[in-house]
């Protein structure tokens, strides 16, 4: 009697990590690049990447997740100013896996995806507008403006205030930014 | 973190702050605010609450599910890296310890070889070569100098030219394009280029054909591929150069020397970070490698009084260098 041979354990690790976060990987992929192909594509690309730095992925992190998927919306971010054909900032987080030692990441990475929706449905339209446009679009606050036909600098000025508006509703520490 | 601005900190820069944390500054803006950023408590303790608050932004995209085979494209491509590297942990492997093994060609039989292709190398007779229609693909050395060679099946895609009248210990396999056949009385006869018979020849032109790559790739690796000019109060001018292989050089032209005891200092500043000592130029025409690949963050420069670690003045020139 022969049993099916049990899957590689690296290879498992990646069905794991498929299993855990694909949807949301997707889903995000998709809410940037409105293109399941290309979607996919980054998808593939990100999860693959995170295998093979594995040893830096812990399931029972929470931060495991916000760490993923900042790496899809960043590739998806390449793949908009590449179709733009615009030099791509480089993005300061890049790849890193996330420092277990930063504890305000921990937290706020523990906020669920539905705590986030309603953070971000609370902020007033024209904020969470170009708050949406600058971090799902890849849209710089001059892009926007012109997007919007509004002023530069009220650009700025509703992306500072959404911000902190969104700090308040995601229950970022930010005592020291207040007494200072 | 202290959260102290700095005396220079306005509402602008903390307008900044959100966007640096969204990453979409740009340009001049982008370079003051890291100039600012650099000595500002406040604006670094902002730009890293931002951050955190949109860390879980990717969370409010509704989940989706992929097509029906996505996840099958994606474990095949898992288990071809797996394989790939199996095949190269295999192959280091048996580089550094075992003995070569016999060149195979892609329509050979899997059988074992004749005792015969296990023999020490050894110079051949050419009466006992086979002989045997000619094949465009070249086999390789090992197998033509080693012999005798029985007509195996696995040796079979492997033909060889007559060499009825070659001497044995001039008997190069032939490959594409250095041995040619012309007939005579006697029959066909192969030709071997001189480079081929003569050791010293040919090991002269393995090392020039080494020479040549290597300068060609050194050359290659040097290119410049990009110059940022730095852009600032001090008259002249300063801009970088990158080179293809990352390496970087300042230089500067026209600018006024930095006087008695004091030098220019560049600056590497990575994004949201403090500056790095990048070199010293001690006159205001000169061309110093920077220490450090800019590549994606800001040069800046500023007069000190000698080297130090960390900026004591205001920049007098920076520029931002694209990845």
Redesign the interface.
């Known amino acids: 009697v022969s049993t099916p041979q049990a899957p590689?354990p690296?290879?498992a690790q990646?069905?794991a990590l498929?299993d855990a976060h694909?949807?949301?990987a997707?889903?995000?992929a998709?809410?940037?690049l409105n293109d399941?192909g290309d979607?996919?594509e980054v998808?593939?690309e990100v999860?693959?990447s995170a295998?093979?730095s594995g040893h830096t992925y812990n399931p029972e992190r929470g931060s495991a997740?916000?760490w993923l998927?900042?790496m899809?919306?960043n590739r998806c971010?390449d793949v908009i100013r590449a179709r733009r054909r615009r030099?791509?900032?480089?993005?300061?987080?890049g790849l890193d896996p996330p420092d277990p030692s930063d504890v305000?990441?921990q937290?706020?990475?523990n906020?669920?995806?539905e705590?986030?929706?309603v953070?971000?449905a609370s902020l007033p339209p024209e904020q969470k507008e170009v708050?949406e446009l600058?971090?799902?679009g890849?849209?710089?606050?001059?892009e926007i403006a012109t997007q919007l036909a509004a002023p530069v600098g009220t650009v700025?000025?509703r992306?500072?205030l959404g911000?902190d508006r969104?700090?308040t509703a995601?229950g970022?520490?930010?005592d020291?930014?207040s007494?200072? | 973190?202290a959260?102290?601005?700095v005396d220079d900190h306005t509402q602008?820069f903390?307008?900044?702050?959100?966007?640096s944390?969204?990453?979409?500054?740009?340009g001049d803006e982008?370079v003051r605010f890291e100039l600012h950023y650099a000595r500002c408590g406040?604006c670094q303790?902002?730009v890293?609450?931002?951050?955190?608050?949109?860390?879980?932004?990717?969370?409010?995209?509704?989940?989706?599910?992929?097509?029906p085979d996505?996840?099958a494209?994606?474990?095949q491509?898992?288990?071809a890296?797996?394989a790939a590297q199996h095949v190269a942990e295999q192959s280091s492997g048996s580089r550094t310890s075992a003995p070569p093994t016999p060149v195979s060609t892609p329509d050979s039989d899997p059988q074992p070889r004749s005792t015969a292709d296990r023999q020490p190398p050894g110079l051949t007779a050419a009466a006992q070569q086979p002989s045997g229609p000619a094949t465009d693909r070249p086999p390789a050395p090992d197998q033509l100098v080693s012999a005798p060679m029985s007509p195996g099946p696995a040796d079979a895609p492997i033909a060889r030219p007559p060499t009825t009248d070659v001497p044995p210990t001039i008997q190069f396999p032939p490959r594409a394009g250095d041995a040619r056949t012309r007939s005579t009385a006697a029959g066909p006869v192969r030709v071997i280029p001189l480079w081929r018979r003569r050791p010293i020849l040919r090991t002269l032109a393995a090392v020039f054909v080494l020479g040549l790559v290597t300068v060609g790739a050194y050359s290659y690796e040097n290119q410049p591929v990009a110059t940022v000019e730095l852009h600032g109060d001090a008259p002249g001018s300063a801009r970088v150069i990158i080179r293809r292989n990352g390496a970087a050089e300042l230089e500067m032209r026209d600018v006024p020397d930095p006087g008695p005891g004091f030098v220019y200092e560049a600056w590497i500043i990575?994004?949201?970070q403090q500056p790095i000592a990048a070199g010293v130029v001690p006159t205001g025409n000169a061309r110093v490698p920077l220490e450090g690949d800019p590549r994606?963050k800001t040069v800046a420069i500023t007069r000190e009084p000698g080297r130090v670690n960390a900026p004591t003045s205001n920049p007098l020139m920076a520029g931002a260098v694209?990845?």
């Open positions: 590689a690296e290879l990646l069905e498929y694909h949807r949301q997707i889903g995000l998709y809410r940037i399941l979607a996919e998808v593939q999860f693959l295998w093979r997740q916000t998927l900042s899809v919306r971010i030099p791509v900032q480089p993005f300061a987080e305000p990441a937290a706020a990475s906020v669920d995806a705590a986030a929706r953070a971000l708050i600058a971090y799902f890849g849209l710089s606050h001059t700025k000025g992306i500072r911000l969104l700090r995601m970022v520490h930010q020291a930014l007494a200072s | 973190m959260a102290t601005p602008e903390e307008e900044l702050a959100g966007l944390a969204l990453e979409v500054l740009e982008r406040r303790l902002m890293r609450h931002d951050r955190e608050a949109l860390r879980s932004l990717p969370l409010t995209a509704p989940e989706m599910d992929p097509s996505f996840k494209r994606l474990m491509r898992g288990a890296e797996l990575p994004q949201g994606g694209q990845s």
